[in-house]
Structure formats: structure tokens, C-alpha cells
Nanobody, 115 residues
Framework: VQLQASGGGSVQAGGSLRLSCAASGENLRFYAFGWYRQGPGDQRDVVATISAGGSTNYADSVKGRFTISRDNAKNTVYLEMNSLKPEDTAVYYC??????????WGQGTLVTVSS
């Protein structure tokens, strides 16, 4: 299984980006997915998660601004990010989880938000 994250870039505060996480090698419709981020010198923190059934959860810092979604037909998970703030600057990673000992990380995609 490979996860390919894309969509990062540089935007000004208030702008928007959409991240994509495309999976290959297996149909991942029964997997839960999450987006995580890691800023400079920070630990990797969860941003948003979506279950196999489509239930979503968000970190308090992004509620109302970010939306996670999935398209099982395309084996792809998205993170729509609106009203971006400089503190959203980080490397964003996607993770697909089957169980506690079966999960996969995508490579990171850098998001830079300037004030």
C-alpha cells in the first residue's frame, strides 16, 4: 500500500488549499484515514480523521475551517483547508489505518501560510 499526498503550497493568510491523499495497492474503503501535521520543532499532531463509515473528527484548532472527506471510488482522501492562518504552516501527512498494527503513512506535503 502506498499513500501519495499532494496539494501543499504557499498561500497568504485567509487563503485556501486542498490536500489529496491517493492510495494505491489496495482498496482502502474499509480503512480509517487521518491528516496529521508537524510544524518546525513540533510533534506530529492529528488534524482530522474520517472513519470507514464517513464519521469525522477535527482538532479544535481547525474546526469550522478544515473539512476531511473521502472518495472511495477514487481511493482518495481530501483535506479542504479554508481561512488558513500562519499557525497552520506545517508538513501535512496522511495516514491510513486498518488496525493498531496495520497502518500506512504517506509522505508529507508542505503547507506554508504567510501573514
Amino acid at each position: 500500500v502506498q499513500l501519495q499526498a499532494s496539494g501543499g503550497g504557499s498561500v497568504q493568510a485567509g487563503g485556501s488549499l486542498r490536500l489529496s491523499c491517493a492510495a494505491s495497492g489496495e482498496n482502502l474503503r474499509f480503512y480509517a484515514f487521518g491528516w496529521y501535521r508537524q510544524g518546525p520543532g513540533d510533534q506530529r499532531d492529528v488534524v482530522a480523521t474520517i472513519s470507514a463509515g464517513g464519521s469525522t473528527n477535527y482538532a479544535d484548532s481547525v474546526k469550522g475551517r478544515f473539512t476531511i472527506s473521502r472518495d472511495n471510488a477514487k481511493n482518495t482522501v481530501y483535506l479542504e483547508m479554508n481561512s488558513l492562518k500562519p499557525e497552520d504552516t506545517a508538513v501535512y501527512y496522511c495516514k491510513g489505518t486498518w488496525s493498531s498494527n496495520r497502518f500506512y503513512w504517506g509522505q508529507g506535503t508542505l503547507v506554508t501560510v504567510s501573514s
